[in-house]
């Protein structure tokens, strides 16, 4: 049985096709289009998907959408009802949408599938989930678990914004929630608006500022804008808010609490909003574990599954990791709303048909999250030789060993290898590599190849074996989805002047043997690299470990600030000319910046809208 998921028409739209209950591929649609976020119908994802299956539409037994477009609606008309008259500008510019666009969407998904097989029984076959039931399952069904209470935290979905979700085998129910407006993910993208970032794209900035900064205001919202309770639910005091009845986060009143206007996209970023950040992380975190801990003694589980888009606060995952209230936490690394196609297509086999769930043997069913397109190494030639590149073509052990040298030599160096990644981290297949060593590698890369914010912090990926002996984690983190902090004897002794820095002067001060991926509080977002779901990025990483002694590279994702991740082998060569880039492998092909025509440099800089 085939079954196609979709998520559609909000942000980060996305099709997965499962195959008899296995995952075969999944991809976002920002991918094909190079448009970040892309909330339209995921056309070119579907085709991928289908393609990836050797199957077109006539080989799909049902299409799930990933959410209920009606109860969404609900919730919109009983929001401005219950918040009338205030809000009425935002309610007569949102419902000529809803009553045009997203009202019917059913229709608009038949119309639009109809165009790959127009004489399918969209009527009997095209089916519905429920927003967090989507994210539940994606989180539940691919993990290595065989029961588990899954825990769901994002902005909204129709009504919840966050529900917990027993997972027994081939059975997930949702037993309670938490409702609009009261939201975990809605307050700290308050705090993403007010510190001047993108809601919906900026709170990883966020998360990444908090170290510089102090929680000094986390009392301040602890006591005037959220009532916490001990199990982990709280209420919001909406009069601080403008999301249910305006086109902004915040109000006036919220900016008089802590005594400074929002911050200005190009605005300077000053000490005040870096303890903002730190504030905010500080009061997630604490939510977060409120939520586990009364869970895990409510329950008696062992295991926890995490999605939604709050799940991607690897921060706050590393504490309930180490929390150690539950034994297991497994976080699904598609967890946004691109992760809600996968999960709608789950729901739709285990839940609606009933059908068993594969034996896994105790791994993860995500296959390293290596769910997206891939290509054969006379495709790559050609597709490089059409777009104007010089390359050469080494056998495989080689070009490991060419590019380990490379990056021993303080290059740095476009990855591209096997499958693209679903979700939003790069994991070795898409990803701008670097030496963790250079104390100057983590600024250089930020200013000069994905030009963003120096503060922005990059992620190591480690060796399995080897990730005990730097990092204090004992764990698999294969989705870098896991802070934890540098082990205590790789860490450097600072001085009293350095330690006498705030904020962002402290970011040129080496604090580790691997400077580049050492934050400033020490702690490092960790991905363990696994001989067997990405066996050429692993001997990298071990080649480079034989000339160096360290197991460790920069991971980032391979593109500039505000372009999604690069999908096709023409992507990377224009990303490649258009930043500073030293080196680029692309299967077994290897460019050098300087082997190329300097007429195909692009300026990317300013080719994409910044995030």
Not at 75 to 90: D, I, K, M, N, Q
Not at 211 to 219: D, I, L, Q, V
Not at 458 to 466: G, H, K, N, Q, T
Request: charged share 25%.
């Amino acid at each position: 049985m085939r079954i196609l998921g979709l998520s559609a028409y909000y942000h980060d739209s996305a099709a997965a096709l499962i195959d008899d209950g296995r995952i075969v591929a999944a991809a976002q649609e920002e991918r094909f289009t190079r448009k970040k976020h892309d909330a339209g119908f995921p056309k070119n994802a579907i085709e991928y998907c289908l393609r990836a299956n050797d199957a077109d539409m006539h080989d799909v037994d049902y299409v799930v959408f990933y959410d209920k477009p009606f109860l969404k609606f609900e919730r919109l008309l009983e929001t401005y009802v219950a918040f009338a008259p205030r809000g009425f500008s935002s309610f007569r510019m949102a419902i000529p949408v809803w009553l045009r666009e997203k009202l019917f969407q059913k229709d608009l998904l038949r119309k639009s599938l109809k165009t790959h097989l127009p004489d399918f029984d969209w009527q009997e076959r095209l089916l519905f989930s429920e927003h967090h039931l989507s994210h539940a399952a994606s989180a539940f069904f691919p993990s290595p678990f065989d029961d588990a209470v899954v825990l769901t935290m994002d902005g909204v979905g129709e009504w919840a914004t966050s529900s917990v979700a027993m997972g027994t085998g081939s059975k997930l129910e949702v037993t309670k929630e938490l409702h609009f407006p009261h939201s975990l993910g809605l307050l700290y993208s308050a705090f993403t608006y007010y510190t001047g970032f993108k809601v919906n794209s900026g709170e990883y900035k966020v998360m990444g500022l908090a170290p510089y900064g102090e929680p000094k205001y986390a009392p301040i919202i602890f006591e005037h804008l959220l009532d916490l309770k001990d199990d982990g639910s709280f209420r919001l005091d909406q009069s601080y808010f403008d999301y249910c009845t305006g086109l902004t986060m915040t109000n006036d009143r919220f900016a008089d609490l802590f005594g400074e206007p929002v911050r200005g996209e190009d605005d300077l970023l000053t000490q005040f909003h870096m303890d903002i950040a730190a504030s905010i992380q500080a009061v997630t975190e604490e939510v977060v574990l409120r939520m586990t801990r009364a869970l895990a003694q409510e329950t008696g589980s062992r295991n926890l599954c995490l999605a939604g888009g709050v799940a991607l606060n690897c921060v706050a995952n590393g504490k309930v990791l180490r929390d150690e209230t539950f034994e297991n936490v497994w976080v699904q690394p598609a967890a946004g709303d691109a992760g809600g196609a996968l999960g709608a297509a789950l729901c739709g086999y285990h839940l609606f048909k009933e059908q068993p769930r594969p034996v896994n043997n105790g791994r993860d069913a995500m296959a390293g999250s290596y769910l997206g397109p891939t290509f054969a190494q006379s495709e790559i030639e050609q597709r490089l030789t059409d777009a104007g590149a010089k390359y050469t073509v080494l056998e495989e052990g080689q070009m490991i060993d060419r590019v380990a040298d490379d990056l021993a030599d303080g290059r740095a160096v476009g990855w591209f290898q096997g499958r693209m990644e679903f979700g939003p981290r790069a994991l070795g297949g898409r990803s701008i590599l670097g030496d963790p060593r250079s104390p100057s590698m983590q600024k250089n890369l930020n200013l000069k190849v994905k030009y963003r914010e120096s503060f922005r912090p990059f992620a190591p990926s480690v060796l399995r074996e080897d990730v005990a002996d730097w990092f204090e984690l004992e764990a698999d983190s294969p989705y870098m989805l896991i802070v934890a902090d540098v082990r205590p004897d790789k860490r450097r002794a600072m001085s009293d002047a350095e330690q006498a820095l705030f904020g962002i002067d402290k970011l040129n001060v080496a604090r580790s043997e691997i400077p580049a991926v050492t934050h400033v509080d020490y702690s490092a977002r960790i991905q363990t690299v696994h001989a067997d779901t990405n066996p050429r990025y692993h001997a990298l990483i071990n080649r480079f470990k034989d000339k160096t002694g360290c197991p460790v590279l920069v991971n980032t994702s391979f593109n500039v600030r505000g372009e999604p991740i690069v999908c096709t082998p023409e992507d990377a060569f224009h990303c490649f000319m258009g930043t500073e880039l030293d080196v680029l492998a692309v299967g077994n092909c290897v460019l050098a910046k300087d082997d190329q025509d300097p007429k195909l440099k692009r300026d990317y800089k300013d080719a994409f809208e910044l995030d």
